[in-house]
């Protein structure tokens, strides 16, 4: 069967991180390009992250570090992966802090 012809070898193969993105959004994502990906609004957009400090699964420290690239503000919370369900009021206080903030505000 034929490869698609818009997708790299490396972006259907992923590139180590489990990503398999066409080559014009993986190239942007790569460390080291010297830009923010082309694809991403976070430096207009506000942004709430809550990194469960438990988390193995994602590991917090690489949800933390995506959270700081991005400028959000970040809550932590002692907690596994599904943060959502053993901290359901700490999480929905985040939500309603970023509703409350960008109430109003277009997109």
Do not use: F, N, Y
Request: glycine letters at 10%; hydrophobic letters at 35%; charged letters at 15%.
């Amino acid at each position: 069967m034929d490869q698609p012809t818009h997708l790299s070898h490396t972006a259907l193969q992923g590139s180590g991180s489990g990503a398999s993105l066409p080559h014009d959004q993986s190239e942007h994502l790569r460390p080291g390009r010297g830009t923010a990906p082309a694809l991403a609004a976070r430096h207009h957009s506000q942004c709430w992250t809550v990194v469960a400090t438990g988390d193995k699964a994602a590991g917090a420290d690489v949800i933390r570090a995506q959270a700081q690239r991005a400028g959000a503000d970040i809550s932590e919370v002692d907690g596994s992966h599904v943060i959502m369900i053993s901290q359901p009021q700490a999480v929905t206080d985040v939500i309603v802090t970023a509703a409350t903030a960008t109430a109003g505000s277009r997109r």
